[in-house]
């Protein structure tokens, strides 16, 4: 199991070396001027762009930019000279000159709240999809069954910025069951029960669609493991329908989750573009939005880096679990 | 004295197609230590009737009628009228089934000693640590080595046939009177099935279980049966002492399964005697005796009697039954 | 005698076992074809008997160049095919064909059985005399399957029938050469006898020669004129299929003999059977010395340290320091 963990981990690191020397090199050469950049879509003033270059080095051959950046992640980095001597601590992932600020500040402040939303969401969906799933999956043919039909279809057919809305047309300014969110993201530490709060709808936004997913794949699990030969041991031996269920049937139904959930899990780190949007949360995705708008050079390379970075350490998280629950996977 | 006593045993699946009667009015009994062979073809109902006697057929896909008399560890009972919570005491406990593919018949997720330990502790308020040394004591009995620290194994470490020993063990566990052996050795190769029916053999002795062996190899049959049952198309077609049934067989369908089998101890002769024609759909049953389309021996009773009636399962004398119009009554 | 139809020399057929990761080292590879010679003469049917895994579908599969062999040779007709490209294999490939195992994986169910047998014109390019249909509603004549079912489709089918139908599109490439793996083993005993009947006929009709593969020791004595037993990718026995029934050489030939049940409970009760105990090793790493050693009831040092080759023991080939 050690030398398990210890391989993937290895692994891991040199995907994401190389996830980051491939993202530099794609931006490295975009077709637009970086320099030109950072004061803005409009500006054009030569005697700027020229002194950015030269803060940010972007007026340095290619691979001292990557070593740069990547010594930068680990010791900090200091951009331009002088008296406009500006210092991004480590982990630097650089300097926006356009929001005047060391994007791992920005990141800092937007990662909380992206991590909140996730997290209440993938609580929510994962109560709501294995728990229908199994309900489903049992009775399947009777009443529970039909309902979780439909609660699929409506639920994977409905785009998440409609449900968003739809949820804050009725759920609060029509029917009045939860007060309208007011004010903006509170972190948890401040005040649990305002960020819990805000955080409601957004959250019921997002597993809406991903319990309609995962109810439709835990019941199709659940029904296909109960049809194994080792279910139809169990039951030869005499245990009941409940321990059946619990103990056999799950076990193995359910190990897959773990990997969709990891995955998915990781994706909404990367930004969940509508649902902030359409929640005026100030998380990832509206950075990494505003970024690109903006033609935020900096902002767009570190977002682009640590989606990435999430995704390949979700992914090594969901292995060693899955090794854990699957013997037949860990390989001394 | 009569360990298990089935009569009039009947199972229907109802599909879209049409009703499916695979197991109907089927009557047998086996006795203590006694080893009977269930042989047919594929599809024939052999495994639907073993798993309505254990109760494992979901009761909303079929319809499961007849008794089945069975003498327990708390007196005589009847199987099939049973409700399924009752039945579940007596599965695992005074009888036992096995599978034909041990690949896929042990939880791949736990290790070999927790499937056993579990089937001991459902049927007996002891400690774990006696299940667990029940667990040893099965495993070194199936010939399994080093069982002590074997007993931490997954399944998918071992070889098939030693999986199919695990299953063994599991079963065995708590001395059922019953085993049921639904293809045992169908998936192994020739020695380790050689192992393996040697294995029961030698168990079934010393622990002086019945066991209901489901097979379709003749040869399997041959050495480990008591009594055989051949089925065709959900009916029993013939039933007699094995010996009986090798030597005189009297139901065309069993005749020619005999006669088709290549021989090993015979100069291999030009052509095989090979039965004609398919298996019957079960949907779409033949009227009259089901084997008729393929028998060649229609001619001897008429061919339109066999094509119009079900003969009945008939005694011949010698404890030697058969469903035949052929010397019917001689 | 002139030259073998198939003559392989010294087959080796290695597969790399999967690595886990940039980081693991490579652990070898599954020998599942581990040097072997043999030949088929025209017209003669040779039996391939062996436990699971022990190589016998790759052989098959190698011979037909299905598999790129890793080393050794194979000529057929008397042309060496070892290094020949796919498109070299080309026009041979209708010579030699392959019956499966398994009946329902192996026909397209979309196509009807017409269109599937039709196949192989087409694929030869040719037009029998009397058109396409005529021709494959003889062959299905032929293959015992009604005609009038020309259009449809594989489900409809039992195991036996869509057996006949994968042997009636083997038959319409005009073969000279067919493998066939196991193509019994999935069907009941009353249709196989059938099937074994349908492929000696056809044989003895049309001059072809199989090498027939089966694990089954009765179905194999009874179709082949000679037999090899192979054991972790080499063949321990070859011989003609008399002599290795009535005399086997080789103590794991024995012992696979007399593990077989016969149908007849009094031959049973005195039959007396060898029990082997283990299983069958890793064919990644096989024992040294002779492969079979490690359940050898007979082996003594010299099968610990030195490889027994195939030699003439009366009509049989064994590989064995101290045969019976
Ligand atoms: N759940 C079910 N629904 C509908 N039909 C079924 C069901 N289970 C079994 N059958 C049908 O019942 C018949 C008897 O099946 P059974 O499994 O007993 O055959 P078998 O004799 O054990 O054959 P095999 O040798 O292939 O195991 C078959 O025709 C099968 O298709
Ligand atoms: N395509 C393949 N890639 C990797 N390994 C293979 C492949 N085909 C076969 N093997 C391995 O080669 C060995 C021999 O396999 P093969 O299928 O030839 O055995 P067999 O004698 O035909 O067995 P069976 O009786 O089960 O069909 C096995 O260990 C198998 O896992
Ligand atoms: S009853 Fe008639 S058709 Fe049936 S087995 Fe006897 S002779 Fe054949
Ligand atoms: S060489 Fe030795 S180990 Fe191999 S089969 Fe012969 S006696 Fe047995
Ligand atoms: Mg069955
Ligand atoms: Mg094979």
Same mark, same amino acid.
């Given at each position: 199991?050690?030398?398990?963990?210890?391989?993937?981990l290895?692994v891991?690191?040199?995907i994401?070396?190389?996830?980051?020397?491939?993202?530099y090199?794609i931006f490295a050469?975009?077709?637009?001027?970086?320099a030109?950049?950072?004061c803005?879509?409009?500006?054009?003033?030569?005697?700027?762009?020229e002194?950015?270059?030269r803060?940010?080095?972007?007026?340095?051959p290619?691979f001292t930019?990557?070593?740069?950046?990547l010594?930068?992640l680990?010791f900090?980095r200091?951009?331009?000279?002088?008296?406009?001597?500006i210092n991004?601590?480590?982990?630097?992932?650089?300097y926006?000159?356009q929001?005047?600020?060391c994007?791992?500040n920005?990141?800092?402040?937007?990662?909380?709240v992206?991590?909140?939303?996730?997290i209440?969401?993938?609580?929510m969906?994962?109560?709501l999809?294995?728990?229908?799933?199994?309900?489903a999956a049992r009775?399947r043919?009777r009443i529970?069954?039909?309902?979780s039909?439909?609660?699929?279809?409506i639920g994977t057919?409905?785009?998440?910025f409609l449900?968003?809305?739809?949820?804050m047309?009725?759920?609060v300014?029509?029917?009045h069951?939860?007060?309208?969110p007011?004010?903006n993201?509170?972190?948890f530490i401040?005040?649990p029960?305002e960020?819990?709060?805000?955080l409601f709808?957004?959250?019921?936004t997002?597993?809406?669609?991903?319990?309609?997913?995962?109810t439709?794949?835990?019941?199709s699990?659940?029904?296909?493991?109960?049809?194994?030969?080792?279910?139809?041991?169990?039951?030869?031996?005499?245990?009941?329908?409940s321990?059946?269920?619990g103990k056999?049937?799950l076990r193995a139904a359910l190990a897959?989750i773990a990997?969709?959930?990891?995955l998915?899990?990781?994706?909404?780190?990367?930004g969940?573009i509508l649902?902030e949007?359409v929640?005026?949360?100030?998380?990832l995705?509206?950075l990494?939005i505003s970024?690109?708008?903006?033609?935020?050079l900096?902002?767009?390379?570190a977002?682009t880096?640590?989606?990435?970075?999430i995704?390949?350490?979700?992914?090594l998280i969901?292995?060693i679990l899955y090794?854990y629950?699957?013997p037949?996977?860990?390989?001394a | 004295?009569?360990l298990l006593?089935?009569?009039n045993?009947?199972?229907?699946?109802p599909?879209p197609?049409?009703?499916?009667a695979a197991v109907h009015?089927?009557?047998?009994?086996?006795?203590?230590g006694?080893t009977?062979a269930?042989?047919g073809?594929s599809?024939?109902?052999?495994?639907?009737?073993n798993?309505?006697?254990?109760?494992?057929?979901?009761l909303r896909?079929?319809?499961?009628t007849?008794?089945?008399?069975?003498e327990?560890?708390?007196?005589?009972?009847?199987?099939?009228?049973m409700?399924?919570?009752?039945l579940?005491?007596?599965?695992?406990r005074?009888m036992?089934m096995?599978?034909?593919?041990p690949?896929?018949?042990?939880?791949p997720f736990?290790?070999i000693?927790d499937q056993?330990i579990?089937?001991?502790?459902?049927h007996n308020?002891?400690?774990?640590?006696?299940?667990?040394?029940r667990a040893?004591?099965?495993?070194?009995?199936?010939?399994?080595?080093?069982?002590?620290?074997?007993?931490?194994?997954f399944p998918?470490q071992?070889?098939?046939?030693?999986?199919?020993?695990?299953?063994?063990?599991?079963a065995l566990?708590?001395?059922p009177a019953?085993l049921?052996a639904?293809?045992?050795?169908?998936?192994?190769?020739?020695t380790v099935?050689?192992?393996?029916?040697?294995?029961?053999?030698?168990?079934?002795k010393?622990?002086?279980?019945?066991m209901i062996?489901i097979?379709h190899?003749?040869?399997?049959?041959a050495?480990?049966?008591?009594r055989?049952?051949?089925m065709?198309?959900?009916?029993?077609?013939?039933?007699a002492?094995?010996r009986d049934?090798?030597a005189?067989p009297?139901?065309p369908?069993?005749?020619?399964?005999?006669a088709?089998v290549?021989?090993?101890?015979?100069p291999?002769?030009e052509?095989?005697s090979?039965?004609p024609g398919?298996?019957?759909?079960m949907?779409?049953?033949p009227?009259?005796?089901?084997?008729?389309?393929?028998?060649?021996r229609?001619?001897?009773?008429?061919?339109s009697?066999?094509?119009?009636?079900?003969?009945?399962?008939?005694?011949?004398g010698?404890q030697?039954f058969?469903r035949c119009?052929?010397?019917?009554?001689? | 005698?002139?030259?073998?139809?198939i003559?392989?020399?010294?087959?080796?057929?290695?597969?790399?076992l999967?690595?886990?990761?940039?980081?693991?080292?490579?652990?070898?590879d599954n020998k599942?074809v581990?040097?072997l010679?043999f030949?088929?003469?025209?017209g003669?049917?040779?039996?391939l008997?062996?436990?699971?895994?022990?190589g016998?579908s790759?052989v098959g599969r190698?011979?037909?160049?299905?598999?790129e062999?890793?080393?050794g040779?194979?000529t057929?007709e008397?042309?060496?095919?070892?290094?020949?490209?796919?498109s070299?294999?080309?026009?041979?490939?209708t010579?030699?064909?392959?019956?499966?195992q398994d009946p329902y994986?192996?026909?397209?169910?979309?196509?009807?059985?017409?269109?599937?047998?039709?196949a192989?014109?087409e694929i030869?390019?040719?037009?029998p005399?009397?058109?396409?249909k005529?021709?494959v509603q003889e062959?299905?004549?032929r293959?015992?399957?009604?005609?009038?079912?020309?259009?449809?489709?594989p489900?409809?089918?039992? $195991?036996?029938?869509?057996?006949?139908?994968?042997?009636?599109?083997a038959?319409a490439?005009?073969?000279?050469?067919?493998?066939c793996?196991e193509?019994?083993s999935a069907?009941d005993v009353?249709?196989q006898?059938?099937?074994i009947?349908l492929?000696a006929?056809?044989?003895?009709?049309?001059g072809?020669s199989?090498?027939f593969?089966?694990?089954?020791?009765s179905?194999v004595?009874?179709i082949?004129?000679r037999?090899a037993v192979?054991?972790?990718?080499k063949?321990?026995e070859?011989?003609?299929?008399?002599?290795l029934?009535k005399e086997p050489?080789?103590p794991y030939?024995?012992a696979?003999?007399?593990?077989?049940?016969?149908?007849?409970?009094?031959?049973?009760e005195?039959r007396e059977?060898?029990?082997?105990?283990g299983?069958l090793p890793n064919?990644?790493n096989?024992p040294?010395?002779?492969?079979?050693?490690?359940?050898?009831?007979?082996?003594?040092e010299?099968c610990?340290?030195?490889?027994?080759?195939?030699l003439?023991v $009366?009509s049989?080939?064994?590989?064995c320091?101290?045969p019976?």
């Amino acid at each position: 199991m050690f030398a398990y963990i210890s391989r993937r981990l290895a692994v891991s690191l040199l995907i994401l070396l190389t996830v980051s020397f491939a993202v530099y090199v794609i931006f490295a050469f975009l077709p637009f001027d970086p320099a030109a950049l950072t004061c803005g879509k409009n500006c054009n003033d030569p005697g700027i762009i020229e002194a950015n270059r030269r803060r940010l080095g972007y007026d340095l051959p290619f691979f001292t930019q990557y070593f740069l950046f990547l010594k930068g992640l680990f010791f900090g980095r200091t951009f331009g000279e002088g008296a406009a001597l500006i210092n991004c601590p480590a982990p630097s992932l650089g300097y926006s000159f356009q929001q005047h600020a060391c994007v791992t500040n920005l990141i800092g402040e937007a990662l909380p709240v992206t991590f909140s939303l996730a997290i209440g969401a993938i609580v929510m969906w994962l109560a709501l999809g294995i728990g229908l799933g199994i309900l489903a999956a049992r009775f399947r043919g009777r009443i529970v069954d039909q309902l979780s039909t439909i609660f699929v279809l409506i639920g994977t057919s409905l785009p998440t910025f409609l449900t968003g809305l739809l949820l804050m047309v009725f759920v609060v300014i029509r029917w009045h069951l939860i007060p309208f969110p007011s004010g903006n993201y509170t972190p948890f530490i401040e005040n649990p029960f305002e960020w819990a709060q805000i955080l409601f709808l957004p959250w019921l936004t997002l597993a809406f669609a991903y319990a309609a997913l995962y109810t439709r794949f835990v019941r199709s699990s659940v029904i296909d493991t109960s049809n194994e030969d080792y279910i139809r041991t169990a039951r030869a031996k005499g245990l009941s329908e409940s321990v059946i269920l619990g103990k056999h049937t799950l076990r193995a139904a359910l190990a897959p989750i773990a990997t969709m959930a990891g995955l998915d899990f990781a994706g909404l780190l990367g930004g969940a573009i509508l649902t902030e949007s359409v929640f005026n949360l100030p998380g990832l995705g509206r950075l990494a939005i505003s970024a690109v708008v903006k033609y935020d050079l900096p902002i767009i390379v570190a977002t682009t880096l640590l989606a990435a970075f999430i995704v390949v350490i979700m992914n090594l998280i969901v292995d060693i679990l899955y090794a854990y629950i699957d013997p037949r996977v860990r390989v001394a | 004295m009569t360990l298990l006593k089935v009569e009039n045993l009947c199972v229907d699946f109802p599909t879209p197609d049409g009703l499916v009667a695979a197991v109907h009015d089927t009557s047998f009994e086996i006795s203590p230590g006694e080893t009977l062979a269930i042989v047919g073809e594929s599809g024939s109902g052999k495994t639907v009737t073993n798993l309505a006697l254990m109760g494992l057929i979901p009761l909303r896909t079929a319809n499961v009628t007849g008794s089945a008399k069975f003498e327990s560890h708390d007196g005589p009972v009847d199987l099939l009228a049973m409700n399924r919570n009752d039945l579940r005491k007596y599965r695992g406990r005074d009888m036992a089934m096995i599978f034909q593919d041990p690949m896929s018949s042990l939880h791949p997720f736990y290790t070999i000693g927790d499937q056993i330990i579990e089937a001991h502790q459902i049927h007996n308020k002891v400690d774990i640590k006696v299940s667990r040394d029940r667990a040893i004591e099965l495993l070194e009995m199936v010939g399994i080595q080093g069982a002590a620290t074997r007993i931490k194994s997954f399944p998918h470490q071992f070889s098939g046939g030693m999986r199919q020993r695990v299953m063994i063990a599991m079963a065995l566990v708590n001395n059922p009177a019953l085993l049921i052996a639904d293809e045992p050795t169908t998936a192994l190769d020739v020695t380790v099935q050689a192992q393996i029916m040697k294995l029961l053999s030698d168990l079934q002795k010393e622990l002086k279980m019945a066991m209901i062996l489901i097979t379709h190899d003749m040869g399997v049959v041959a050495g480990a049966a008591d009594r055989v049952n051949v089925m065709y198309a959900g009916r029993i077609v013939e039933s007699a002492n094995v010996r009986d049934l090798y030597a005189n067989p009297l139901m065309p369908y069993t005749q020619g399964l005999l006669a088709s089998v290549p021989r090993m101890d015979r100069p291999h002769t030009e052509r095989l005697s090979a039965i004609p024609g398919q298996p019957p759909s079960m949907i779409a049953l033949p009227t009259g005796c089901s084997f008729n389309p393929r028998c060649g021996r229609k001619s001897e009773v008429g061919a339109s009697k066999c094509e119009s009636q079900m003969p009945d399962l008939t005694t011949r004398g010698n404890q030697h039954f058969a469903r035949c119009f052929i010397g019917e009554g001689a | 005698m002139s030259s073998p139809l198939i003559q392989v020399t010294d087959l080796h057929k290695f597969f790399p076992l999967a690595s886990q990761g940039i980081f693991s080292r490579v652990k070898g590879d599954n020998k599942a074809v581990n040097g072997l010679s043999f030949t088929i003469n025209e017209g003669e049917t040779l039996g391939l008997v062996g436990e699971s895994g022990c190589g016998k579908s790759t052989v098959g599969r190698t011979i037909l160049k299905l598999y790129e062999p890793t080393s050794g040779s194979i000529t057929f007709e008397g042309e060496d095919i070892t290094k020949y490209s796919n498109s070299k294999m080309k026009p041979l490939r209708t010579k030699m064909q392959m019956i499966f195992q398994d009946p329902y994986s192996s026909l397209n169910p979309r196509h009807t059985i017409g269109s599937i047998i039709a196949a192989s014109y087409e694929i030869q390019d040719i037009t029998p005399d009397g058109g396409v249909k005529k021709a494959v509603q003889e062959l299905m004549e032929r293959v015992g399957l009604n005609p009038e079912h020309y259009n449809r489709y594989p489900h409809e089918f039992s $195991g036996g029938q869509r057996q006949r139908i994968g042997i009636a599109r083997a038959l319409a490439m005009k073969p000279k050469f067919i493998v066939c793996d196991e193509p019994v083993s999935a069907l009941d005993v009353s249709i196989q006898a059938q099937v074994i009947n349908l492929l000696a006929d056809l044989r003895d009709d049309f001059g072809l020669s199989y090498l027939f593969i089966a694990h089954d020791l009765s179905v194999v004595q009874h179709i082949s004129d000679r037999v090899a037993v192979m054991y972790l990718g080499k063949i321990v026995e070859l011989a003609p299929v008399e002599s290795l029934y009535k005399e086997p050489h080789h103590p794991y030939t024995k012992a696979l003999l007399s593990a077989v049940p016969l149908p007849d409970p009094v031959l049973e009760e005195k039959r007396e059977q060898i029990v082997l105990t283990g299983d069958l090793p890793n064919p990644a790493n096989p024992p040294s010395g002779c492969v079979f050693n490690t359940r050898c009831w007979k082996a003594k040092e010299a099968c610990f340290t030195t490889e027994p080759t195939l030699l003439q023991v $009366g009509s049989s080939q064994v590989a064995c320091h101290f045969p019976e």
